[in-house]
């Protein structure tokens, strides 16, 4: 089914400079946020500026979409509130989301708001968008990690309106299951806070082997992403907007990603092949790029995803050193020098990944003068002292990263003279003896304005107006955002329009046009439900303490075994293999004990076999997305545990997700051990399953360490699957040694070092009625696990108190323990615990 409407270009905007680049390249859309609430905290609108932003947008007719794509914690519930009416109020065109509580809140207080489910929800597949749909949202933002058969799939069975990103920074781990900052700095991804772990260099301990890998230290840093050449079947596969990241990025960025992308889709749209040159892509890799490439676009291949040489934004690889001596550096150009030569002004940098850290200045400067050598070599030459020649060897890579004919490219965009993007007009003129001129003037959006001439029209003395003279006189829009795109006429009989008459109502249709732009959109805002804590309670507390139940999560078989041996109420079965599931699921069932498995986190088209098998199992599910939620709630007599994963942060959001059916849940990561407690009070601490004892799931990623460092195959297909035989993990500049597992889908989650336990906020959970808590295990022998899970079942008993729980701990865990998304600043402000 081909898209009726022309999929939209929409760029990022950090601040006003962006916003107004993002305009004159021509994008259809803006997006940007507020300094809170917005997952790109260190960039953003004040709420005062958003209605003069929005009529700035909307003069240009460029849309205007904000991003409130944080979790939203409790306390912070009726502050939301109150800023969503006030968004509405300023006439945005749309809200992007991620928490589902917050999808349903703002839907509730501003019912004709668009709202968007952003790429934070980890959406990968039909069902997913399907449950988003339901929830209220009116677009959906696919996860970076799908392919354009995976989209097109998506579209063709649910005809939605998406959105996915085509140039950018690439997150290693799906966006909204990145937990590293949370672990390792106290902060948060899915608030804004993002550490950028990723971008660290590791070490690749396999088999607690360090392997070699030349200068590929940076393990989980992808390139950037580039699908300029592939605009053309993205138009075909559906998408309805296509979004350039980069809401940190300068205006210089956004105005040639915007341009290339404007041109790219019109293009496309047209019929017409790409115009695009490989001078502008190259512009695009020096404006900003750690090397740009389709990557999951196109399909999965491990062997391009990370190259690992670098973490940062290097421009363009301009030559290569062959020599150098005291007073300049002899190199062999890099093809890019053919696009454009490397030239006296240009800042370059001289890259040796093999002895360079992340913490010392590398050399460069800007180039004094460039000496062109018969053999097709350069001499480049540096002001005095600008250069310790000393630090440079031959093999180091050039990179330029800095061209001051990229100044000159950016500049119209940047500083216009008069508009650049112009809106393109239709007018229809109706002409006639003794009537006025009435004339019609009408935007791409359907919005219109009529002039009419003041007095009827005469008789023609001598030649009559034409459709042709009508053309010319109200296509001369000059410095206006405007620019007549189609004229038609219906002209009776032969009469007379002065130049002055046709002058004053082209100015009159302008004035009307923006006026009618500007005006802000007229929305009915509906109060706010009441968002205090005793009215957030789904029901009371049952009197008295309910019995405590210990559910472990095991991950291979000697595990297992030991999990039966310690008889807890129930195992939970996280197996990268599925034909070793079933047999496992009996053997539990063997031994008198529940049984459940647990759920991938991401489920793409064409992997509906693994939800149909765990159907099959008949046992209660451990839900780990959306998507698979959205397919398992109709089953029956199923029970439905929702996990992690699901991004659980407050009790609108817990509410929502056991309305449509949940028995439990779990919250995220996000959460400390007060906020847990909090939720727990409101939604009744017997639907709440607290993870007690864990190794933080950190990054859970597409890209495969296995596939790419321990083969040379390029997907599972291929890969000879190393991830059965060893066991890797990565080992951070800390000396800390993360595990790393591939799940039933081949994706690779790396777990924190340390065990993450709660023995510190075990007396407080029960206290506040919590009775389920769950035990995961990553590397742990079947010796750990049962020295753990036999500590935490005296704890339960009362024969241990949570002092010598954590004493005990400390002594099994192995590679130590943490509080980690558990701990509670000193200056924590708790919300009201409601008995």
Same mark, same amino acid.
């Given at each position: 089914?081909?898209?009726?409407?022309?999929?939209?270009?929409?760029?990022?905007?950090?601040?006003?400079?962006?916003?107004?680049?993002?305009?004159?390249?021509?994008?259809?859309?803006?997006?940007?946020?507020?300094?809170?609430?917005?997952?790109?905290?260190?960039?953003?609108?004040?709420?005062?500026?958003?209605?003069?932003?929005?009529?700035?947008?909307?003069?240009?007719?460029?849309?205007?979409?904000?991003?409130?794509?944080?979790?939203?914690?409790?306390?912070?519930?009726?502050?939301?509130?109150?800023?969503?009416?006030?968004?509405?109020?300023?006439?945005?065109?749309?809200?992007?989301?991620?928490?589902?509580?917050?999808?349903?809140?703002?839907?509730?207080?501003?019912?004709?708001?668009?709202?968007?489910?952003?790429?934070?929800?980890?959406?990968?597949?039909?069902?997913? &968008?399907?449950? +988003?749909? *339901?929830?209220? =949202?009116?677009?959906?933002?696919?996860?970076? !990690? @799908?392919? /354009? #058969?995976? $989209?097109?799939?998506?579209?063709?069975?649910?005809?939605?309106?998406?959105?996915?990103?085509?140039?950018?920074?690439?997150?290693?781990?799906?966006?909204?299951?990145?937990?590293?900052?949370?672990?390792?700095?106290?902060?948060?991804?899915?608030?804004?806070?993002?550490?950028?772990?990723?971008?660290?260099?590791?070490?690749?301990?396999?088999?607690?082997?360090?392997?070699?890998?030349?200068?590929?230290?940076?393990?989980?840093?992808?390139?950037?992403?580039?699908?300029?050449?592939?605009?053309?079947?993205?138009?075909?596969?559906?998408?309805?907007?296509?979004?350039?990241?980069?809401?940190?990025?300068?205006?210089?960025?956004?105005?040639?990603?915007?341009?290339?992308?404007?041109?790219? &889709?019109?293009? +496309?749209? *047209?019929?017409? =092949?790409?115009?695009?040159?490989?001078?502008? !892509? @190259?512009? /695009? #890799?020096? $404006?900003?790029?750690?090397?740009?490439?389709?990557?999951?676009?196109?399909?999965?291949?491990?062997?391009?995803?990370?190259?690992?040489?670098?973490?940062?934004?290097?421009?363009?690889?301009?030559?290569?050193?062959?020599?150098?001596?005291?007073?300049?550096?002899?190199?062999?150009?890099?093809?890019?020098?053919?696009?454009?030569?490397?030239?006296?002004?240009?800042?370059?940098?001289?890259?040796?990944?093999?002895?360079?850290?992340?913490?010392?200045?590398?050399?460069?400067?800007?180039?004094?003068?460039?000496?062109?050598?018969?053999?097709?070599?350069?001499?480049?030459?540096?002001?005095?002292?600008?250069?310790?020649?000393?630090?440079?060897?031959?093999?180091?890579?050039?990179?330029?990263?800095?061209?001051?004919?990229?100044?000159? =490219?950016?500049?119209?965009?940047?500083?216009?003279?008069?508009?650049?993007?112009?809106?393109?007009?239709?007018?229809?003129?109706?002409?006639?003896?003794?009537?006025?001129?009435?004339?019609?003037?009408?935007?791409?959006?359907?919005?219109?304005?009529?002039?009419?001439?003041?007095?009827?029209?005469?008789?023609?003395?001598?030649?009559?107006?034409?459709?042709?003279?009508?053309?010319?006189?109200?296509?001369?829009?000059?410095?206006?955002?405007?620019?007549?795109?189609?004229?038609?006429?219906?002209?009776?009989?032969?009469?007379?329009?002065?130049?002055?008459?046709?002058?004053?109502?082209?100015?009159?249709?302008?004035?009307?046009?923006?006026?009618?732009?500007?005006?802000?959109?007229?929305?009915?805002?509906?109060?706010?439900?009441?968002?205090?804590?005793?009215?957030?309670?789904?029901?009371?507390?049952?009197?008295? =303490?309910?019995?405590?139940?210990?559910?472990?999560?095991?991950?291979?078989?000697?595990?297992?075994?030991?999990?039966?041996?310690?008889?807890?109420?129930?195992?939970?079965?996280?197996?990268?293999?599925?034909?070793?599931?079933?047999?496992?699921?009996?053997?539990?069932?063997?031994?008198?004990?529940?049984?459940?498995?647990?759920?991938?986190?991401?489920?793409?088209?064409?992997?509906?076999?693994?939800?149909?098998?765990?159907?099959?199992?008949?046992?209660?599910?451990?839900?780990?997305?959306?998507?698979?939620?959205?397919?398992?709630?109709?089953?029956?007599?199923?029970?439905?545990?929702?996990?992690?994963?699901?991004?659980?942060?407050?009790?609108?959001?817990?509410?929502?997700?056991?309305?449509?059916?949940?028995?439990?849940?779990?919250?995220?990561?996000?959460?400390?051990?007060?906020?847990?407690?909090?939720?727990?009070?409101?939604?009744?601490?017997?639907?709440?399953?607290?993870?007690?004892?864990?190794?933080?799931?950190?990054?859970?990623?597409?890209?495969?360490?296995?596939?790419?460092?321990?083969?040379?195959?390029?997907?599972?297909?291929?890969?000879?699957?190393?991830?059965?035989?060893?066991?890797?993990?990565?080992?951070?500049?800390?000396?800390?040694?993360?595990?790393?597992?591939?799940?039933?889908?081949?994706?690779?989650?790396?777990?924190?070092?340390?065990?993450?336990?709660?023995?510190?906020?075990?007396?407080?959970?029960?206290?506040?009625?919590?009775?389920?808590?769950?035990?995961?295990?990553?590397?742990?022998?079947?010796?750990?696990?049962?020295?753990?899970?036999?500590?935490?079942?005296?704890?339960?008993?009362?024969?241990?108190?949570?002092?010598?729980?954590?004493?005990?701990?400390?002594?099994?865990?192995?590679?130590?323990?943490?509080?980690?998304?558990?701990?509670?600043?000193?200056?924590?402000?708790?919300?009201?615990?409601?008995?």
């Amino acid at each position: 089914m081909p898209l009726a409407k022309k999929p939209e270009v929409m760029s990022p905007a950090g601040h006003w400079p962006q916003l107004h680049a993002a305009i004159e390249a021509g994008a259809d859309a803006c997006y940007f946020g507020l300094k809170h609430f917005s997952a790109r905290a260190k960039v953003g609108f004040e709420l005062s500026e958003l209605p003069e932003a929005m009529r700035t947008l909307h003069r240009r007719g460029v849309r205007g979409y904000l991003t409130f794509n944080t979790l939203v914690f409790e306390h912070e519930l009726a502050e939301a509130a109150r800023v969503i009416a006030a968004i509405a109020e300023a006439g945005v065109d749309a809200i992007i989301v991620q928490d589902i509580g917050v999808l349903k809140l703002a839907r509730q207080i501003a019912p004709d708001l668009e709202l968007h489910a952003s790429t934070q929800t980890s959406i990968t597949s039909a069902e997913g &968008v399907e449950f +988003a749909l *339901a929830q209220g =949202a009116d677009r959906v933002t696919l996860a970076r !990690e @799908l392919s /354009l #058969e995976e $989209v097109a799939a998506i579209y063709e069975k649910t005809h939605a309106d998406l959105e996915i990103f085509v140039h950018g920074a690439l997150c290693v781990a799906y966006s909204g299951q990145c937990f590293s900052s949370e672990a390792w700095g106290g902060r948060s991804a899915n608030r804004g806070q993002c550490a950028q772990a990723c971008r660290l260099p590791y070490e690749m301990l396999v088999d607690g082997v360090t392997k070699p890998l030349a200068d590929a230290r940076y393990l989980l840093s992808p390139g950037d992403l580039s699908a300029l050449r592939h605009v053309p079947q993205i138009v075909a596969a559906g998408v309805s907007c296509m979004k350039i990241e980069g809401r940190y990025k300068d205006s210089d960025y956004v105005a040639l990603t915007t341009r290339a992308y404007r041109q790219a &889709v019109d293009d +496309a749209w *047209a019929g017409r =092949a790409s115009s695009i040159s490989a001078r502008q !892509e @190259l512009q /695009l #890799e020096q $404006v900003y790029s750690r090397g740009l490439g389709p990557y999951f676009i196109s399909g999965v291949n491990h062997q391009r995803v990370v190259n690992g040489r670098n973490p940062r934004h290097r421009g363009v690889h301009i030559s290569t050193v062959i020599a150098v001596a005291d007073t300049g550096v002899s190199v062999q150009p890099a093809p890019a020098h053919e696009l454009a030569p490397l030239k006296a002004g240009d800042g370059v940098v001289f890259d040796a990944a093999d002895w360079r850290s992340p913490q010392e200045t590398e050399e460069g400067g800007r180039v004094y003068h460039v000496t062109p050598r018969l053999d097709g070599t350069l001499e480049l030459n540096f002001a005095n002292d600008a250069v310790d020649f000393r630090r440079i060897r031959a093999g180091d890579l050039v990179w330029r990263t800095h061209d001051p004919d990229l100044d000159r =490219a950016v500049r119209p965009f940047l500083h216009p003279a008069a508009p650049v993007a112009k809106q393109p007009l239709a007018v229809h003129v109706a002409a006639a003896l003794n009537r006025p001129l009435a004339t019609r003037w009408t935007l791409p959006s359907g919005l219109f304005v009529t002039v009419e001439s003041p007095a009827p029209l005469s008789a023609a003395q001598n030649r009559g107006i034409t459709e042709e003279s009508l053309r010319e006189q109200f296509a001369r829009l000059g410095n206006t955002p405007y620019e007549l795109a189609e004229l038609s006429a219906e002209i009776t009989g032969s009469v007379f329009l002065p130049a002055s008459l046709a002058n004053r109502m082209r100015r009159e249709a302008i004035e009307k046009l923006e006026q009618l732009q500007s005006r802000p959109a007229i929305r009915s805002i509906h109060p706010a439900p009441d968002l205090r804590p005793e009215k957030l309670r789904r029901k009371k507390r049952a009197p008295g =303490a309910a019995r405590a139940q210990l559910h472990l999560l095991v991950r291979n078989s000697e595990q297992l075994e030991a999990a039966i041996a310690a008889k807890p109420d129930s195992i939970t079965l996280d197996y990268l293999d599925l034909y070793g599931l079933r047999p496992s699921v009996e053997r539990v069932r063997a031994a008198g004990l529940q049984v459940r498995v647990a759920s991938p986190r991401i489920l793409k088209p064409g992997e509906s076999r693994i939800v149909q098998f765990l159907a099959s199992l008949h046992c209660p599910i451990l839900v780990r997305s959306t998507g698979i939620l959205h397919t398992f709630r109709d089953t029956a007599g199923q029970p439905l545990i929702g996990d992690f994963s699901l991004n659980t942060a407050n009790a609108l959001t817990a509410g929502a997700y056991l309305e449509l059916g949940l028995d439990r849940l779990t919250p995220t990561h996000d959460l400390n051990a007060a906020q847990i407690s909090t939720l727990a009070a409101s939604i009744g601490p017997e639907q709440l399953e607290a993870i007690a004892y864990q190794h933080l799931p950190v990054f859970h990623t597409e890209h495969c360490v296995f596939c790419r460092f321990l083969s040379t195959g390029t997907t599972y297909r291929d890969c000879g699957r190393p991830c059965e035989q060893h066991r890797v993990a990565l080992r951070d500049p800390e000396g800390r040694a993360h595990p790393v597992i591939a799940d039933v889908g081949c994706r690779n989650t790396v777990f924190g070092a340390e065990a993450q336990e709660a023995s510190a906020h075990m007396d407080a959970w029960r206290a506040v009625g919590i009775c389920h808590f769950r035990l995961e295990f990553v590397h742990e022998s079947a010796h750990q696990l049962q020295y753990v899970a036999s500590a935490f079942q005296a704890f339960l008993a009362g024969r241990i108190n949570s002092v010598q729980l954590g004493g005990e701990l400390k002594r099994y865990a192995p590679a130590g323990v943490t509080e980690g998304s558990l701990f509670v600043p000193q200056d924590f402000e708790r919300f009201p615990i409601l008995q």
